[in-house]
């Protein structure tokens, strides 16, 4: 689904992240770890297209399962082409109702209310909470508020910024069940950036450590995943 090609990127002309190369595959979920700093939220970034490439190749896999380079791609242009993104910090908007913030999305696409209930299906917490001032929520109802609402635009490859920092234990254990029925039902690949261990191995089939901008572990999720993930981590 995504392919990432030596990728370095950054601000200004200081580059962040190094030579990163990364794929998911269809129906994949895929971690990015690493310590405060690494690079993971700038690697987001640029894949998305809020900053640009200064080398390397994005390649996102048309529906046909052949792959192009997306490069210069304007960011809503990637939303076009299959792209979510759920940034950070539980974003929303906070003076609307959790409703609100779902229709904002759902207004003006084909089935709207449709693809409304479906995500209140996935999420039913949500259900009693439409009425309810987003910014009135808790940190882990907003998270699904902000999920739901990626959801909406039918992604076939949803981009994840630490879903579950700042999130009480028991809604954490929730998201990732989500995540892992969301690639399972089919359909959609997961790019998950994660500084939670135990939920990212979890969650995720692979995993890639960055440490300084630069990928120092990568492998599959299974047997001895946890000791090369702090090994990179040095933790
Ligand atoms: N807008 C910006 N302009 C300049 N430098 C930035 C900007 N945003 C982040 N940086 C720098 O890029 C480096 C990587 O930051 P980034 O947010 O990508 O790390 P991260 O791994 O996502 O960390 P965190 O877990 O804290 O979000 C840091 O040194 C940071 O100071």
Redesign the pocket.
């Known amino acids: 689904m995504l392919r990432l090609r030596n990728l370095t990127c950054?601000?200004?002309r200081t580059p962040?992240v190094h030579d990163v190369s990364l794929d998911i595959g269809a129906d994949e979920v895929v971690a990015v770890m690493?310590?405060?700093?690494?690079?993971?939220?700038?690697?987001l970034r640029a894949v998305v297209g809020l900053i640009p490439v200064m080398s390397g190749t994005i390649e996102l896999a048309r529906p046909d399962g052949t792959y192009e380079t997306i490069n210069r791609r304007p960011a809503n242009r990637r939303v076009k082409a299959g792209m979510a993104y759920v940034p950070?910090g539980q974003q929303c908007f906070a003076h609307l109702t959790a409703g609100e913030n779902l229709r904002l999305v759902a207004d003006g696409r084909r089935h709207g209310k449709t693809l409304i209930d479906t995500q209140l299906d996935r999420f039913p917490a949500l259900r009693g909470l439409l009425n309810r001032q987003a910014g009135l929520l808790s940190g882990g109802q907003r998270q699904q508020l902000a999920i739901a609402r990626a959801l909406i635009t039918e992604p076939r490859l949803l981009i994840l910024d630490?879903p579950t920092e700042g999130i009480q234990p028991n809604v954490v254990a929730e998201i990732e069940s989500t995540i892992v029925d969301l690639a399972r039902d089919g359909g959609l690949s997961v790019l998950l950036?994660e500084?939670h261990l135990g939920f990212a191995l979890q969650a995720a089939a692979r995993f890639s450590v960055?440490r300084s901008?630069r990928v120092a572990s990568t492998g599959a999720t299974g047997d001895g995943a946890v000791e090369r993930v702090r090994e990179a981590m040095a933790i």
């Open positions: 950054g601000y200004g962040v690493g310590h405060n700093g690494a690079g993971k939220t700038t690697l950070q630490e950036v500084q960055l901008g």
